[in-house]
């Protein structure tokens, strides 16, 4: 089996800072996600990787910028954190999509809190 | 337009009951859909997936979908649930040609002794 590890587990910045979340995975995935979590509004994609140095935008794309220098790593920038916000950041990526039971593995997240 | 609604963001019954989360969804074209579960304080895991043929999927711990393609919905059902599923779950749906996979805002399950 394989893991996803996102760093750091606790990200605490100010308001107006660059803030950089990390994950890797070694299950050798194409696939990468980047996902924000907000209590009553579910898991929104913010941006997505189908192959190393590919970058897709999701639905929440606007103040992030993401990076896929490496087939196992993600990396997920905030560009300007914005005062008392709090959220947490989920990594995840998957192999063929076309097999049946083919899935995301999530990461266990990046909580983020704005001061 | 990708848009999937779970319209009950709880849901409370009791141990040894029979449960129905509500999963409905808009897509124009052929597509996968899924169920994740998450208990707090930890990562999602995958349930199960709709891929192609038989609209009922069996899952892990007794879980099973039942997709429906004229009512758009994606229904996660339990015959008998115990306390160790209460979580919060997620319906998730992506295009056969897409990578993009998008989430429901989730239903907490609660099941009460």
């Known amino acids: 089996g394989g893991i996803i590890t996102q760093t750091p587990k606790f990200l605490i910045g100010q308001e107006g800072q660059k803030l950089t979340l990390k994950c890797q995975q070694n299950?050798?995935?194409?696939?990468m996600y980047w996902y924000r979590q907000d209590s009553g509004k579910g898991l929104r994609l913010i941006y997505y990787?189908?192959?190393?140095?590919?970058?897709q935008k999701g639905d929440l794309s606007e103040g992030y910028d993401a990076s896929r220098e490496k087939k196992s790593s993600f990396s997920l920038t905030v560009t300007s954190a914005q005062k008392n916000e709090m959220a947490v950041f989920l990594c995840?990526?998957?192999?063929?999509?076309?097999?049946?039971?083919?899935?995301?593995?999530f990461g266990h997240g990046t909580k983020l809190s704005v001061l | 337009t990708q848009t999937v609604s779970q319209s009950d963001a709880h849901v409370t019954v009791f141990e040894g009951d029979s449960v129905e989360l509500r999963c409905n969804y808009s897509?124009?074209?052929?597509?996968?859909l899924s169920w994740y579960i998450q208990h707090h304080g930890r990562g999602l895991q995958f349930l199960l997936k709709?891929?192609?043929?038989?609209?009922v999927v069996q899952g892990v711990n007794g879980f099973e979908a039942e997709f429906s393609k004229s009512d758009s919905s994606f229904h996660l059902r339990k015959a008998s649930v115990h306390w160790s599923d209460s979580a919060v779950y997620f319906c998730?749906?992506?295009?056969?040609?897409?990578?993009?996979?998008?989430f429901g805002k989730g239903t907490h399950l609660h099941v009460l002794p």
């Open positions: 709709y891929y192609s043929g038989n609209p």
């Open positions: 998730a749906v992506e295009g056969t040609n897409a990578y993009k996979v998008i």
């Open positions: 990787s189908i192959t190393e140095n590919d970058l």
């Open positions: 299950f050798n995935h194409d696939t």
């Open positions: 897509y124009g074209g052929s597509i996968y």
């Open positions: 995840a990526s998957s192999g063929d999509r076309g097999i049946s039971n083919e899935r995301l593995f």
